[in-house]
T-cell receptor
């Protein structure tokens, strides 16, 4: 099956940029996603990128996709304490199944 | 609120009992997904409906699990003869088209 991997933890200082990385295995993925999950809450779709794009920017968020290396990253500019959460990378594989990574816990230090 | 809703939000049950969860998707979303999430893990796909048809089921979905979406609107997920290993957050998501998913708040199941 598909395998989506992320590092487990990231700490940054408030105001700095955060970069969360993800690798995936399904080269046929059409969309790749970033979701945010705050404690006790459901998953919130942050952004997604179509597989024929290299980059997508949405306000403080920048998504970079390297299809050759099957590497996806999420950059959060000017990270705020409200950005502290778990961030999940996901891909849509063959059929309609979504595959999620284990999540990266982002801690923003004031 | 027009988001995805799930009921109940929390369920505590004894091992061996049956439980049923409900998901109300965003209206007019014809796709509906169920996931299971355990602590420290990402959501794992369980099953997918397009309208009332259950089109995909994960190998994770044992025969104790059954899901329905009888009228193509709300969906139920039933777990029979619950085991402690079933303790998890059960997430529902709905989608208007391939590539988009909107998640509900989840139902947290604790099997004692």
């Amino acid at each position: 099956g598909e395998d989506v991997e992320q590092s487990l933890f990231l700490s940054v200082r408030e105001g700095d940029s955060s970069v969360i990385n993800c690798t995936y295995t399904d080269s046929s993925s059409t969309y790749l996603y970033w979701y945010k999950q705050e404690p006790g809450a459901g998953l919130q779709l942050l952004t997604y990128i179509f597989s024929n794009m290299d980059m997508k920017q949405d306000q403080r968020l920048t998504v970079l996709l390297n299809k050759k290396d099957k590497h996806l990253s999420l950059r959060i500019a000017d990270t705020q304490t409200g950005d502290s959460a778990i961030y999940f990378c996901a891909e849509i594989g063959t059929g309609n199944q979504f595959y999620f990574g284990t999540g990266t816990s982002l801690t923003v230090i004031p | 609120d027009t988001g995805v809703s799930q009921d109940p939000r929390h369920k505590i049950t004894k091992r061996g009992q049956n439980v049923t969860f409900r998901c109300d998707p965003i209206s007019e979303h014809n796709r509906l997904y169920w996931y299971r999430q355990t602590l420290g893990q990402g959501p794992e796909f369980l099953t997918y409906f397009q309208n009332e048809a259950q089109l995909e089921k994960s190998r994770l979905l044992s025969d104790r699990f059954s899901a329905e979406r009888p009228k193509g609107s709300f969906s139920t997920l039933e777990i029979q003869r619950t085991e402690q290993g079933d303790s998890a957050m059960y997430l529902c998501a709905s989608s208007p088209k391939l590539g988009e998913q909107y998640f509900g708040p989840g139902t947290r199941l604790t099997v004692t």
